[in-house]
């Protein structure tokens, strides 16, 4: 049984933390008989400058040591890895995707906030040769939702579709990765394309709803981890799908699911969606 050797960015962060309790758990674990690998945690990565830096990584996460101090040597934490687990912000995300295609790892990006410049950054990453996983949200159950609003957002093509979600007050970026990835299933669903048709704020004498629009709401306030609710409101009804995130775990144990997926995979660009069987073709 083969090792896939791992390193966690922003490893000072709480969802640095939460990757390297469930690397660590994964050690012992394997998924399906032909990818028969367990996760080590091969190094752990953060700031300069960070609080972290020079603690012994499983310590930090309360879990007992692991005898892996965090760093913020990036080429020294990549010596010899397979792959990434990357949670922290877009910068760091396209310059860590750069030094995955130059060594051929695996990149599991649940970064949020990227622009289309990064996002492009990126993708010219997973073409020159690494394996990148990149998602809104690494739930599992997140992402079997927003495969249920692109089926409900194409069998209701009339019904207006608003997006609404609340995190913690120290996320930075809005709307959330998660309610984005939201709107582009339903936009998907509508054969439309998201950009076009998204409101991000509404103010003053707004006017009617436009027809075909995709609407979003911000809400940030105390230890939210993580609540979406997409609304499907027609002229007689309204459904409501929602999903409320309870731990910090869920989005750990996609994103290893997500490494012991890629082994042996070829270097692209994909999603949860890949991850869990629920999309027949790689995304590009």
């Not at 079997?144 to 207006?160: I, R, S, W």
């Not at 997006?163 to 998660?178: F, Q």
């Not at 990835?181 to 394309?193: V, W």
Request: net charge negative.
């Amino acid at each position: 049984m083969a090792d896939l050797k791992v390193v966690v960015a922003g490893a000072g962060g709480r969802m640095g933390v939460a990757n390297i309790r469930a690397v660590a758990e994964r050690s012992g674990m394997s998924l399906h008989g032909a990818l028969a690998n367990r996760l080590s945690l091969h190094a752990a990565l953060d700031r300069p400058g960070s609080p972290a830096i020079g603690q012994d990584a499983g310590l930090y996460a309360g879990i007992g040591a692991l005898g892996v101090a965090i760093t913020d040597d990036i080429d020294a934490a990549l010596a010899g890895a397979d792959a990434i687990i990357d949670f922290t912000a877009p910068a760091a995300s396209v310059a860590l995707a750069a030094k995955a295609a130059a060594l051929g790892l695996t990149h599991v990006i649940g970064t949020t906030g990227c622009s289309e410049d990064d996002e492009a950054a990126i993708a010219t990453a997973a073409s020159q040769g690494a394996v990148i996983i990149k998602s809104g949200n690494f739930s599992m159950g997140m992402v079997v939702l927003a495969n249920l609003v692109e089926k409900a957002a194409a069998a209701l093509a009339d019904y207006d579709i608003e997006i609404l979600e609340m995190h913690h007050n120290k996320k930075v970026d809005a709307p959330s990765g998660t309610a984005l990835m939201l709107g582009e299933a339903a936009a998907k669903g509508r054969d439309i394309s998201l950009k076009d048709h998204s409101v991000r704020v509404r103010d003053g004498h707004t006017g009617p709803r436009e027809a075909g629009t995709i609407g979003f709401a911000t809400l940030r306030g105390g230890n939210v981890i993580g609540d979406h609710l997409v609304i499907l409101a027609g002229a007689s009804e309204r459904i409501e799908l929602n999903h409320r995130a309870q731990d910090r775990t869920i989005y750990a144990n996609g994103a290893t699911q997500a490494v012991l997926w890629a082994a042996g995979k070829a270097p692209g660009l994909y999603s949860m969606v890949d991850v869990l069987g629920l999309n027949d073709t790689k995304r590009t």
